[in-house]
């Protein structure tokens, strides 16, 4: 999270020099709830000694609202389909999310 979010931040500051200023926050999808919760809630700092400055990082993002998490189911990433094998169907529901047709399919 801490290196996506800091890509964010690179790329809020490359837009809004060309000129596009937005106050909205960036959507950072995680499938981690516990990434999410430590992102958004300092209770968890005692439990997280050894991730401090990612920690600090993002949580900095999301409690000036820079940067909003937000879940995502495992089986909904769409860049897993780049990555893990998938049986037909779910590989077929994740390239139409994707706007992608199967290459292989005849139609």
């Known amino acids: 999270m801490a290196s996506t979010a800091c890509e964010l931040i690179w790329l809020k500051g490359l837009i809004s020099y060309l000129g596009f200023l937005s106050n909205k926050p960036m959507s950072l999808f995680c499938d981690n709830q516990a990434a999410m919760h430590i992102a ?11 991730i401090e400055v990612d920690c600090h990082c993002v949580r900095e993002q999301v ?10 189911r495992s089986h ?9 094998s998938f049986a037909s169907t779910p ?6 999310k994707l706007g992608s047709i199967n290459p292989l399919d005849p139609a």
């Open 40 to 50: 958004s809630n300092h209770v968890f700092h005692e439990c997280t000694k050894h």
């Open 63 to 72: 409690q000036s609202k820079v940067i909003q998490t937000t879940f995502t």
């Open 76 to 84: 909904d990433q769409l860049a897993d389909v780049f990555t893990k």
């Open 91 to 96: 590989f077929q529901r994740l390239l139409s």
